[in-house]
């Protein structure tokens, strides 16, 4: 048994860069993984995320994938600016409107909101 410990001992002492830089790779993914999770805060979307971290050769790859449920939302264009977004709530938070104002001006229950009209383009999909 102790011929093998030596072994295990000598192999963590030969590689022992790899098994640092392979420490730090992974404590930078999950501080990264924790703050683009904590930091996603869109009240419209019902989504969870998932976030991958795979290490091919000499680089770190991160592959975010987004899987959304229900409605996956209505693409609005801003006539005046020509600007597109995703979402309702998006276009309302950029524009420093109220959601609720954008709904009932999309709806034909007003004219423009704050000097600004919207359509809406369809189903995201």
Known sequence: MSEKTDKIKKHFRD???????????LAIGAAVTYLVVKGH??????ESIKILNTINGDHNTIITQIVRRGHPGDIIRC????????????????????????R?????????????????LGEAS
Do not use: M
């Not at 805060?41 to 019902?46: I, N, V």
């Not at 006539?79 to 954008?102: M, P």
């Open 104 to 120: 009932n001006h999309l709806n034909g229950l007003t004219d423009s909101v704050k000097g600004f009209t919207f359509e809406n």
């Open 15 to 25: 590689h022992k860069e790899a098994y640092i830089t392979g420490g730090v790779c």
């Open 79 to 102: 006539i005046e600016t020509g600007e597109v977004f995703a979402s309702k709530n998006r276009a309302a938070a950029v524009n420093g409107i109220s959601a609720t104002a954008l």
């Open 41 to 46: 805060t869109d009240p419209e979307l019902d």
